[in-house]
């Protein structure tokens, strides 16, 4: 499968209410990121309040709900993330349900990549073996070569700024609003474009655990 880009359609525009289970015989972890707006998000007799930039985990088999009460729409990321259909032990979050302010979640300053990650899913954040989920942050002169992921999906959801990717051989600009999705093995590279100034992402890689391989395939 080669790398691919499109408009997210794992957005969900909430305007008053949306209540989600799980696709009939699946039985993933939920990934939620509130992208603009402010909600609440209900689970297992507990509600939180799910602001701008708050990322949000679900427990497999937990029904949810997502509310907005005001008269402007929020938009958020859905992610799911199933178990591995090739046998591996991929444990799930079991917290039920789980909410993380962006402001609250463990940040890495990678001075010598030029970049910072903020962990969402994470060993040193929310815990799911299911897939890693992190904001990273750019700045203007950062660029990653061009690897693959031999054991894990790759998706990138772009927040601010502007990427420059490498699919297929052929640079393709990333703006806010757009996703890239990478399976297995696809090569890819990524650098802040020309016209931007930094950029940040949303990146989640199914499962948490891989290996990169770095340089031309």
Known sequence: MNGWLRRSDSHWSIRRAAMSNAPPGVKPTTYLFMVDGTCAISAADRRYRFPAQAFAVVQEGIEFSVENDSSVPASIIKVITPPQSDGRSTPGFTGKIAVTQRAEAPIFDLPDEKKTRIYFVDDDAIKSQR??????????????????????????????????????????????????YFGLNDQHGLRVADAASSASFLEFHIPAAYSTVRGQA
Do not use: W
């Open 131 to 180: 897939g890693h989920a992190m904001i990273v942050v750019y700045d203007k002169d950062t660029a990653t070569g061009l690897h693959h992921h031999p054991n894990a999906e790759s998706m990138f959801v772009m927040l601010e700024g502007a990427l420059q990717f490498t699919v297929n051989g052929e640079p393709v600009v990333l703006t806010p609003g757009q996703a890239v």
